[in-house]
């Protein structure tokens, strides 16, 4: 698939089985990741991976959050699950420093365009991945269990498998209701 092609048909797959992208196309997935833009060369990214019982241990951090947020009970087993819908997830962190050109906000940004690199280098090699958020990727108590910084920020959870039905190819947006000329 040529890389305008990539652009122009990336699309979210939700429905993930095994096996998740390994060896060299993870690394490749990883690696699109870091070459998201990037002001000021801060490198404001991790990665954290979980596949296999890493998954069941995310899990277990989000329930965990989401009963010290009094959710219902049905939100927490929710919570709990929410990793296991897909054989891998990247948990993409920004780690946005204080700088006085560069803004926390543009460290953000950096961290949201690996992901949609990620997601695109998993579709260029025949997988597929949702970005997933959520209220609970704001909450200092999953920060710390996941071992963050005070200014880090997660900006999603990136969803890796094979895909388990057939990439559907939507017309492209109507051009007219979002573009205007200056
Ligand atoms: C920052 C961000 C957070 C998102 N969070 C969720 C989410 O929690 N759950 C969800 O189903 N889709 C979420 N989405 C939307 C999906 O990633 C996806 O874009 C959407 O299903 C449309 O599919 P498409 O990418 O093929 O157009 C999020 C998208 C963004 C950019």
Redesign the pocket.
Known sequence: MDALTLLLQR??V?QLSSPAPQGEVLQRILQAGLRAPDHGALHPWLFLIAEGEGRARLGNMLAEVATERNESAESVLKARQAPLRAPMVITVVAKAVAHPKVPLFEQQLSA?CAVMAMQMAAQAQGFGG?????PLMFERSLHRALQLAEQDQIV?FLYLGTPSVDLRREPYADLAAHVRSL
């Open positions: 699309q979210s939700g949201g949702i970005w997933r958020s959520g999603g």
